[in-house]
């Protein structure tokens, strides 16, 4: 019945990313004749019911623009009341993006996402929820950047598309013409795994089957899978990457350095292998580093980056090193420092050097090596209190005081391990 698309078809969407310049996400989203302007603002407050409790909030309002409609379409303003219709709407959309969203991760802000349809030919409100889902991801992506949230909030991709059964057929994205004489109307949402986020149906006219019902959620899975691929075609989406680690100062310190990446840094907690342990028998940083990472990678569909790390002391030749962390035999800090000490006893010559090895496994699966190395000597006694490991006892070159003595903005700026990310860092930028 027909004549433009097939009845599984959606009609031609268009996404214009940064559409206006003062929101944070700001998006035109066109399906056929049916355009609405999404934004999504990002507030320093939350509700009152959320005060306190270290979550963030997301909430929506949506409206139709007097000139969207053929007739004109009175402002809410004038009529002194929301209106019912947009009310349900604003709430359907709020819902459909908190579903992918993690609030904790939200601190105590608030996301504003407004919906403006400025052109309706049906299907206002699933344009409106693709919409809003795409300014989300632009406000989130400049955010991260600016360091207003320290780590991604979004926890899945939303997608929404109307459909119906009109005189018998089944029909996807249905334009107004063919809204206004379905038998059968209805919107779903879907997250990524085309898991259900809501559904909305009625049949005023003519009621449905459940084996219909089954029918159409197959046919909108198949149009919210068509809005995913456009979303991969113009979205600058942050991809993640999982750091071999469980150490969560060292994931706080490389999403710090990556944040104007687009990437996502994650523990390997993060992805369900916390604690999973891995033998570092190796005898060079980069085998130590290479089997950590590639251990994690044949767990995860995502990139892998694993760092090894040691002290080599010149006079010692190069010991501790890869034996860093268990240098007395033990895992204990404090005894691998006294150690060194005993060792350099009377020596004077006391010249040392950190090295980090970082391994970046991509999708894939090639693999690309980045070194840090920061030279310095191995002072006669303990001084300072911040940092781990031998950083008490060893002084940077150029510095009259050592890594335990510094703040960890200074000893970031100079370590071994900031260097070897910094590599990496201008790998994945240039
Ligand atoms: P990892 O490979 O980063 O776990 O480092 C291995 C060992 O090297 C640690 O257990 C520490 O003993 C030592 N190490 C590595 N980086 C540092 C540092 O920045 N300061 C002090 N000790 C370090």
Avoid at 394 to 410: C, I, L, Q, R, S
Wanted: one cysteine or more; a negative charge.
């Amino acid at each position: 019945m027909r004549t433009k698309r097939q009845n599984n078809q959606i009609r031609e969407m268009k996404i214009n990313l940064d559409y206006t310049s003062n929101p944070e996400g700001s998006v035109l989203i066109e399906c056929g004749n049916t355009k609405v302007i999404c934004t999504a603002m990002i507030e320093d407050k939350v509700p009152f019911f959320l005060k306190g409790k270290g979550m963030g909030w997301l909430s929506c309002e949506y409206s139709m623009l007097p000139g969207a409609t053929k007739s004109r379409k009175v402002r809410d303003i004038s009529k002194g009341r929301i209106d019912g219709r947009s009310q349900e709407i604003q709430r359907l959309i709020g819902r459909s993006l908190r579903a992918c969203i993690d609030l904790f991760k939200l601190e105590e802000k608030t996301i504003w996402i407004d919906c403006d349809v400025i052109s309706a030919d049906g299907g206002t409100r699933t344009a409106s929820i693709n919409g809003a889902y795409c300014a989300l991801v632009l406000a989130v992506n400049k955010a991260i950047k600016e360091r207003i949230i320290e780590e991604n909030p979004i926890t899945c991709k939303i997608g929404a598309i109307s459909l119906g059964i009109v005189k018998g057929n089944k029909l996807l994205d249905l334009d107004y013409s063919e809204d206004f004489s379905a038998d059968v109307d209805m919107n779903l949402v879907m997250n990524d795994k085309f898991e259900i986020i809501e559904v909305q149906s009625t049949s005023e006219k003519k009621p449905m089957t459940k084996a219909d019902l089954y029918e159409l959620l197959d046919l909108g899975e198949s149009g919210i899978k068509s809005v995913f691929d456009l979303y991969e075609e113009v979205l600058p989406f942050r991809k993640k990457i999982v750091l071999s680690s469980d150490n969560n100062n060292k994931v706080k310190e490389i999403r710090a350095i990556l944040t104007d990446t687009k990437l996502d840094v994650v523990s390997k907690r993060q992805v369900g292998f916390g604690g999973m342990e891995v033998d570092e028998k190796f005898d060079t940083l980069e085998e130590n580093a290479r089997i950590k990472a590639l251990t994690i990678k044949k767990e995860v569909d995502m990139p892998v980056i694993a760092d090894d790390s040691g002290l080599f002391v010149d006079f010692l030749g190069g010991d501790p090193g890869v034996h860093s962390a268990r240098y007395s035999l033990s895992h204990d800090d404090a005894a691998n420092r006294r150690k060194l000490l005993d060792n350099l006893e009377d020596i004077q010559d006391r010249r040392a050097y950190f090295k980090t090895v970082l391994v970046y496994i991509d999708e894939n699966y090639q693999e690309h090596y980045f070194e840090g190395i920061c030279e310095g000597e191995i002072t006669t006694e303990e001084r300072g209190e911040n940092g781990f490991g031998y950083d008490s006892i060893f002084m940077p070159k150029g510095y009259n005081k050592t890594f335990a003595e510094m703040t960890d903005e200074e000893k970031n700026r100079i370590s071994h391990r900031s260097k070897a990310l910094e590599k990496f860092r201008k790998f994945l930028t240039e």
